[in-house]
């Protein structure tokens, strides 16, 4: 693996394989030493051009927990803010021996370009690019579901005949997308549940099953029900009429959660608007699995920066 | 290119039967001792030398796998290296006497990523090493304790260790020219 860019193209023995390297990831986060030698010397930057925390300080932790060097670059502020091309930022990086990118961006495929583009040697991990992809989070997604079904016993499993149902803003939603890619490839049965409004005008390539009604879906009794954050920075049209309407069609209350099937968990990539898109209830409850999806991040985010970092730099793969 | 056998079914039993008197020995009983197999076919030799362990003390001697991946010299001039699971028995390795068990000893470099590996999950009282073959070569100072066979070799022969849970039968066989 040179890159991780997205889920679309990311084959089951690859996806398997990172999953399995986080489950040695997470082992090593029980210890008392949390820290491996695995990517000493090595340099991880992190090319932040929109906002974020939680994945920032995530692949910061991943990093390192396995010994690299960490470099927060974030737009604001900094040389872009003055007018500096993608090309000029990422050859001052290359100059600085940067052996790995982690990048959020505004615009869809800025990681592709970033990585197809010759400007840098390092390896490039899409950390959310526009409305495409947000691999490593449907990674944590996928981690999560397969060890709350299968715990200790998870190493090498896919996700066969498991059923989630992803509910909320689909039309701008990364998440969204990352996880009907990766779900579907591991076997598991997606169904999207939106707004008419919230929903791309064609989809009829997405592996899923598409649905406007909350109630029927949870009827259907899911394994997961991961709720989407309503992003208001991109609500800037009429995508439905008001909060509250939003909240009582679309929104987990604490009636919806109890006619959940006992063993069905609840999932939000977080940061979650309480009261809107998850009703507290559904967030504290015992299934809600938001913190898990956190630390679950740290191990897999390891686990790709190790399969990406460690290795020799093998010159077959770096011609693809 | 010739392979030949040097150590058949019952060779190996006896040996890893030997091994076993001699931790006890060693150790004045079975008292404190877990045994951390290295991945993958150390791992089996320790489950095997944990049984017989069982049969001569009439204790459980705990037995675990010991990952040393990610603490190798070479990681980088290698392509990417999958880990194999870690498992640290219950009762963990603080205070303990722990005996690591290799398939092959060559160079040396596993067993200082071992001992690196060991440092960050506790302080075990004494860390011991059983091999059940040694071929030499060593290239940094570090000796066995408890050896099943000592295998002069040229360097660029091949000794390959084969266990009836990995491979389908028992044996130790050396390739060379």
Known sequence: ?320 | MSTRTVLHEADIARALTRISHEILESNRGPDNLVLLGIPTRGVTLAERISRILGEISGETIPAGALDVTMYRDDLHRNPTRTPRPTQIPSGGIDGKVVVLVDDVLFSGRSIRAALDAIQDIGRPATVRLATLVDRGHRELPIRPDFVGKNLPSARDERVRVRLAEVDGEDAVTIEGE
Do not use: C
């Not at chain 1, 997308?177 to 490839?185: A, F, I, Q, Y």
């Open chain 1, 1 to 320: 693996m040179r890159h991780l860019l997205d889920t679309k193209n990311l084959g089951r023995e690859d996806a398997l394989r990172i999953l399995d390297v986080a489950e040695d990831m997470a082992d090593a986060q029980q210890r008392e030493v949390k820290k491996l030698p695995a990517l000493r010397g090595k340099t991880v930057v992190n090319l932040f051009f929109e906002d974020s925390t939680r994945t920032r300080i995530s692949f910061e932790a991943a990093a390192k927990r396995l010994s690299a060097d960490v470099i927060n670059f974030s737009a604001k502020g900094s040389s872009v803010s003055k007018g500096e091309s993608l090309q000029d930022t990422a050859q001052t990086l290359q100059a600085m021996g940067a052996d790995a990118v982690v990048m959020r961006h505004g615009a869809s495929g800025a990681p592709r370009t970033l990585a197809t583009s010759g400007w840098i040697t390092a390896g490039v991990v899409n950390a959310g690019d526009g409305t495409h992809e947000h691999p490593t989070q449907a990674l944590l997604d996928a981690y999560t579901m397969r060890k709350r079904r299968y715990g200790a016993d998870s190493r090498g499993r896919d996700l066969a005949g498991y059923r989630v149902t992803i509910v909320g803003d689909i039309l701008h939603s990364r998440v969204a997308r990352s996880n009907l890619w990766l779900l579907n490839t591991l076997g598991a049965e997606v169904t999207l549940i939106s707004p008419p409004t919230l929903i791309p005008q064609d989809v009829t390539a997405w592996p899923a099953r598409i649905g406007y009604d909350l109630d029927e879906a949870i009827a259907g009794g899911p394994d997961a029900l991961m709720m989407l954050r309503i992003q208001q920075e991109r609500m800037n049209a009429a995508y439905f009429p008001t909060e509250r309407e939003y909240s009582r069609t679309w929104g987990l209350d604490a009636a919806r959660l109890a006619a959940l099937p006992p063993d069905s968990i609840v999932m939000h990539p977080g940061p979650m608007n309480r009261g809107l898109e998850i009703s507290a209830d559904a967030a504290d409850s015992a299934r809600s699995t938001v913190l898990e999806q956190v630390a679950n991040g740290v191990s897999v985010r390891m686990a790709v920066l190790y399969l990406l970092l460690a290795g020799e730099r093998n010159e077959k793969e770096d011609a693809r």
